[in-house]
Nanobody, 128 residues
């Protein structure tokens, strides 16, 4: 199983980025896929999650207005659109995958504990 993130980079405050996570080696339509981020000195935190089977999404409260998670099932890819980026959004963004059996609650889907498969991360830097 392999998760490969891309799309990170340097953006000015107020700008946008689209992150991608391409998955191989698993049955894409049966997984919870979540984007996490980790800034230096801080804990890893969930940003947004999607159940690939139904497209149901979950968002961290702080991200509901500025982030959109989506998927392209044909390409085995999950996207995270980040809008109105602020310097405090700068972090290493990871995607993670876990079989949706049993079905996860929102809290589980956005927490790190249940995920066994992780990508290497893509860096987002926001200049002020």
């Amino acid at each position: 199983v392999q998760l490969v993130e891309s799309g990170g980079g340097l953006v000015q405050t107020g700008g946008s980025l689209r992150l991608s996570c391409t998955v191989s080696g698993l049955l894409f339509e049966y997984y919870d896929m979540t984007w996490f981020r980790q800034a230096p000195g801080k804990a890893r935190e969930g940003v947004a999650a999607i159940y690939t089977g139904s497209g149901k999404t979950y968002y961290a409260d702080a991200e509901k207005e500025r982030s959109v998670i989506s998927q392209d099932v044909d390409k085995n890819t999950v996207f995270l659109d980040l809008n109105s980026l602020q310097p405090e959004d700068a972090a290493l963004y990871y995607c993670a995958a876990e079989r949706n059996c049993p079905p996860m609650t929102a809290r589980q889907a956005l927490g790190t504990a249940v995920y066994r498969t992780w990508g290497q991360g893509t860096q987002v830097t926001v200049s002020s």
